[in-house]
């Protein structure tokens, strides 16, 4: 297995942010701490920090959190000092480096994990995650390449000298890798993103896209989701993020046998575990009536369309009816669905006092 290290870069002078980035709250961890998390949570043992503008408050910080901290006394020259600085205090035995400027705090855990395990099959010097065809951060280099950039002398900085070797790209499905911090805009904007544990809607078509689905399936989802956001809007007390992003990929891994199963596994590893749940009972959920929650709106909405059409539920049960008219086990399979769909519906209504027909058509839903 090889071994790997982070180094955090926080050592510039956050001018256009008019406050220290590194130590920004956002939600509620400061920008260095979500940055530190995530790879901890990859299993990354050796995270460094390089410190510089305003060291010895950072390096406080870092202390008491148990983080390694390396301080760049060139920092006013740029990024690539750190760059240098950090890569000089590593050990020898570290086969490749992830470097990330601590203004790009909200890269998931499982981008990291995805990227050593992409690194064990690859032979280039540098790998960049990417989204959507857009390179983000953090890169992934070599300890091939650390004489290089030692020795290099920051012209240009250290995409310069990086654009002179192989490299590879990884698609993610994680648009943090794009995202960075450094005016007061951007700070609301991403405390706000980090507030949010579902993956957005472009995250999503991501994901759609990585796991190949097919347009079938793509405007099934799609009609689902529609669906359920509407019934959302009519509802209290369900995340409507939520709701999208399950719905959007409750069938990502249509094809495979127990795809319920098999997708829930899939965003449970990608660090979407409240999703995951959705989708693992979307096929099959028995309501009682006790709690009309967002596992049984998808699984609602995706009982009242057929492909990508809307129908009602006496149209989209009819036909296993009759299927499994001989077949007891699985008609009364077919039979419990219906019933909770119907459960649900009649819940939905008494919820709003509308018709599910009335909610559809206010939010421009119509069969």
Excluded at 235 to 264: F, R
Excluded at 266 to 274: E, H, T
Excluded at 329 to 342: D, F
Aim: with cysteine; charged share 20%.
């Amino acid at each position: 297995m090889s071994k790997f290290a982070a180094l955090i870069l926080a050592a510039g002078f956050s001018s256009r942010m008019g406050s220290f980035k590194p130590l920004l709250k956002m939600g509620d961890k400061m920008a260095i701490e979500w940055t530190v998390e995530t790879f901890r949570g990859a299993g990354i043992t050796d995270i460094r920090v390089v410190t510089g503008h305003m060291a010895e408050l950072l390096e406080a910080q870092m202390h008491r959190q148990k983080i390694q901290t390396v301080r760049n006394p060139d920092y006013a020259k740029g990024m690539y000092t750190s760059v240098c600085a950090g890569l000089r205090a590593l050990p020898g035995d570290i086969d490749a480096c992830f470097l990330l400027p601590v203004d790009i705090p909200l890269v998931r855990t499982s981008t990291i994990t995805a990227l050593t395990q992409h690194y064990e099959n690859s032979s280039t010097a540098v790998t960049y995650p990417v989204f959507r065809k857009q390179r983000g951060h953090p890169p992934l280099i070599r300890r091939d390449l650390f004489a290089a950039i030692l020795k290099g002398n920051g012209e240009g900085g250290l995409c310069a000298l990086l654009h002179h070797y192989q490299a590879a790209e990884f698609a993610v499905a994680d648009e943090a890798i794009l995202l960075d911090m450094d005016t007061p805009a951007d700070h609301v904007m991403l405390s706000e993103r980090s507030r949010i544990k579902h993956p957005n809607i472009a995250e999503c078509e991501a994901l759609l896209e990585l796991h190949g689905i097919s347009e079938a399936v793509y405007r099934h989802s799609h009609a689902v989701a529609r669906v359920a956001v509407a019934l959302c809007r009519h509802l209290g007390n369900i995340d409507a993020e939520l709701i999208l992003a399950a719905s959007l990929l409750h069938d990502i891994a249509k094809g495979q046998s127990k795809h319920a199963v098999i997708g829930a596994e899939l965003l449970d590893g990608l660090g979407y575990p409240k999703v995951a749940d959705i989708i693992r009972v979307h096929m099959d959920l028995e309501y009682t009536g006790s709690n009309l929650d967002e596992s049984a709106i998808v699984f609602f909405a995706d009982k009242l369309i057929s492909e990508d059409c809307l129908v009602s539920l006496e149209h989209r049960f009819s036909p296993a009816f009759e299927r499994f008219a001989d077949q007891p086990e699985a008609l009364a399979g077919a039979q419990r669905k219906y019933r909770s769909a119907c459960k649900i519906r009649d819940a939905v209504e008494s919820a709003t006092g509308l018709s599910i027909a009335q909610i559809l058509a206010t939010c421009g839903v119509q069969a």
